[in-house]
């Protein structure tokens, strides 16, 4: 049932926290969108790395995190329409894009008596859309294909529409932008001057940014080439289909949990956990006998750990300059005992101290190469990176060992008959 769910969907949480915190890594747990999965709600674990797939954002002030597709903008209070400036269409040559018709606007040409910003236009971005289920023809995705519809996505133009969250804002369907045959196909469509009248004389549905509200006064394409349209009011002048996430999200922005503002960081997914709810039980009409005999319909959750890029992101998180550095837990091996000293007792001590270690329960690589120098062995410790590394040198002598540890970086040097509990207590065993 739904409370099963949210325990089991605490439980895998707080076990992922657990596994990543005794790893070591720096991570983030972010609010995502459920994509394809599905399901109410879900979050993902990314390791931050500046090599990440994935964009999230965080607040300054608060915990909030999100994955930049599940990021939601505060909408600003409507506006009263009333006394509003009527809209007028200006001649605007050669102004095809957002700097061009600034410039415009700000000109004594314009005449418009107030500084206008990139911000104060409304740009519309023409996209096709296909919903699930839709048929394609032989020859591939025209907007005017069956199952394809045209739609224009409105964002103030000092913002870009950033395509990963509008294919998130709309999943599951498809989404692309429009290509040379569209707009041929679609003459009204006047590249650089497309606005909502235009679309909505047309019957093509406009998307808007949660900022473009009531009452909110834009300078925006009149659909003719060389003209825009300057006070064109939301809610007097063009009603939108609906409001969508896909302006671009940028460092600075207000957090939408109202604390602080936002930073942009990467990272790389290394754990999903979603709350499936009855979505795939429902469609597949899927019952079970619960305790009292009765039927009953699951509810489903669905959790992920990404163990093998765990590796990479391990890697790439606790590197350094001369090599990897694996935490204890997940480490081929615990220990790297290298013998540096061609005497053959101080061998057979190396050699009794790999065994003792092993006995007490470490796992231990021992570099017992004949032909190979010290200073190879000491640079192939540091390349292969195990938490603590053992050195039987010129220290044996006497009775001295050299104990490093290869995460802090300290380098101790200790009796040999101390060097086995060292190790553990350095291992955490």
């Known amino acids: 049932d739904d409370e099963g769910l949210e325990a089991s969907y605490q439980a895998h949480r707080g076990a992922y926290q657990r596994i990543f915190d005794r790893l070591g890594l720096e991570y983030a747990i972010c609010s995502a969108t459920s994509g ?3 399901g109410s709600a879900s979050e993902e674990f990314l390791a931050v790395i500046d090599s990440g797939e994935d964009t999230f954002v965080r607040s300054t002030a608060s915990g909030y995190a999100a994955n930049v597709e599940a990021v939601v903008t505060q909408a600003p209070p409507a506006q009263p329409i009333e006394g509003k400036p009527a809209a007028v269409v200006h001649d605007t040559p050669d102004a095809v894009t957002i700097e061009a018709l600034v410039d415009w606007a700000n000109s004594d040409a314009a005449g418009l008596g107030r500084e206008v910003r990139a911000e104060d236009t409304l740009k519309v ?6 919903r699930p289920g839709a048929e394609l023809d032989e020859d591939g995705n025209p907007a005017d294909n069956e199952g ?3 739609a224009g996505v409105g964002v103030p133009g000092d913002r870009e529409v950033d395509m990963k969250r509008l294919e998130a804002a ?7 932008l429009l290509e040379d045959r569209d707009f041929a196909r679609n003459p009204f469509l006047v590249r650089g001057y497309i606005g909502p009248r235009g679309l909505a004389a047309n019957e093509v549905p406009l998307y808007v940014d949660p900022r473009v509200v009531e009452g909110t006064a834009w300078i925006t394409g009149a659909d003719e080439p060389n003209r825009h349209v300057v006070d064109l009011v939301c809610g007097r002048d063009f009603t939108p289909a609906g409001t969508i996430e896909a302006a671009n999200v940028r ?14 960081q990467r990272g790389s997914e290394i754990g999903h956990i979603f709350q499936l709810g009855r979505k795939y039980t429902d469609a597949f009409e899927v019952d079970i006998l619960d305790v009292n005999g009765k039927r009953a319909r699951p509810t489903m959750g669905s959790y ?3 163990v093998s890029r765990l590796v990479a992101v391990l890697a790439e998180q606790m590197h350094d300059e001369r090599g990897l550095r694996w935490p204890a837990a997940v480490a081929p091996y615990q220990v ?3 013998i540096a000293n061609k005497d053959a007792a101080a061998a057979e001590a190396a050699e009794k101290l790999a065994e003792a270690l092993d006995a007490a329960g470490a796992t231990v690589l021992f570099d017992d190469r004949p032909k190979v120098s010290p200073g190879v062995k000491f640079k192939d410790s540091e390349l292969l990176g195990m938490p603590a590394v053992v050195i039987v040198g010129r220290g044996f ?3 001295k060992v050299e104990l490093r540890d290869r995460m802090g970086g300290e380098t101790t040097e200790l009796a040999y008959d101390d060097a086995v509990a060292a190790v553990l207590e350095l291992i955490g065993r």
């Open 36 to 38: 394809a999965m599905g």
């Open 125 to 130: 971005v023409m996209v096709a859309i296909r």
């Open 148 to 150: 394809w519809e045209l």
């Open 170 to 176: 709309l999943e599951p369907a498809e989404v692309r």
């Open 251 to 264: 460092e600075g922005d207000p957090a939408p949990d109202g604390e602080g503002t936002l930073t942009l």
């Open 304 to 306: 992920g750990i990404g």
């Open 336 to 338: 790297h005992v290298v």
């Open 397 to 399: 002598a006497d009775g």
